[in-house]
């Protein structure tokens, strides 16, 4: 098994560059980090296994917002700053996450939009409408994997200039990082549903200069549905074994990327749990193989079952 420290060593390695200065100086304005979680109904993967999507296991020991909070001290330590608050904005049917000791101390709130007719961009606005002009941020979906670290995707967006910068792929389909001034989203009305995407960047763009980093290939993955969460996982751990996070077209599919089982799951004796999870109290029998698929809290599955693509959380 690969130390979480090689881990990070290994996924960054490939995405090393020289530093340039002006995106640094622009970055050492940074003021925080925004995550947006925003769901009216709850996902269809949170509400399967009863978790936030921000605590589900990513590798051994580590969950997305885990991740996430490395990612950001690893940020601040980068730019020379001190520690970056991290606000958590959940939309109204997202289930909030549990915050551990080290989350607290390392600056990172939940705060919940409680209109369901507002919107990311409408919402971002308002959590930010009281602060200089000048604030800058780095606003990311919450419910997402890092191919890449984020120091080295920042700097990259912050060298583009812009009051807004934003990761764009080569299909034409936007990422879910930005870097914006809160100046940009003063046109942003103050009522009514402004989705950040489809409406509230126009709004900015009329108004303020925004500029794309142009990236051939996902440097994230969203973790809505089961399958997003698996292929999520799939893509991390090959990146953090220096492999392309892409399946290649003559690649075998028949070795396994990744295992996780948590603490307090039990796997028995011959149970093959491939390019899956069980999570705390799943139970897998002896004999059985689980591929793609995931095992809650609650689910049980008899000895010498096979599931494909499946969210175990009842007794099979």
């Keep these: 098994m690969i130390s979480v420290a090689k881990q990070t060593q290994a996924r960054s390695a490939p995405q090393s560059s020289a530093v340039d200065a002006r995106a640094l100086q622009r970055l050492e304005n940074l003021k925080g980090v925004i995550l947006l979680e925003g769901s009216v109904h709850g996902s269809e993967l949170a509400n399967a296994v009863g978790r936030s999507i921000l605590e589900l296991p990513v590798i051994d020991g580590l969950s997305v917002l885990d991740l996430w909070r490395r990612e950001i001290a690893d940020l601040a330590c980068f730019i020379g700053v001190g520690p970056l608050p991290c606000r958590l904005l959940l939309g109204h049917g997202s289930r909030p996450p549990v915050l551990s000791p080290r989350d607290v101390e390392a600056g990172i709130t939940v705060e919940r939009d409680c209109s369901e ?6 919402a971002l606005r308002d959590l930010l409408a009281d602060e200089d002009d000048s604030a800058q941020y780095i606003v990311a979906g919450a419910a997402q994997v890092l191919f890449e670290p984020l120091h080295l995707l920042a700097m990259q967006i912050a060298a583009k200039g812009g009051d807004v910068s934003l990761v764009t792929y080569d299909d034409g389909s936007p990422s879910n990082l930005s870097l914006i001034q809160q100046r940009a989203m003063k046109n942003i009305p103050a009522a009514g549903f402004v989705d950040l995407k489809e409406k509230g960047l126009a709004i900015m763009a009329a108004t303020h200069h925004v500029t794309v980093l142009r990236r051939p290939r996902a440097t994230s993955a969203p973790l809505r549905s089961l399958q997003e969460y698996i292929a999520a996982l ?83």
């Design 117 to 122: 007719f507002r919107g990311t961009g409408g």
């Design 234 to 316: 799939r893509g991390y751990h090959r990146a953090i074994c220096g492999r392309n996070t892409q399946h290649e077209p003559f690649e075998e599919r028949w070795s396994s990327t990744f295992s996780i089982v948590e603490p307090g799951a039990a796997v028995e004796s011959g149970a093959r749990v491939h390019d899956s999870v069980v999570l705390s109290g799943g139970r897998v029998g002896a004999g059985s193989l689980l591929v793609h698929s995931l095992v809650a809290g609650s689910g049980s599955i008899p000895p010498g079952r096979r599931l494909t693509g499946a969210i175990v959380n009842t007794s099979l």
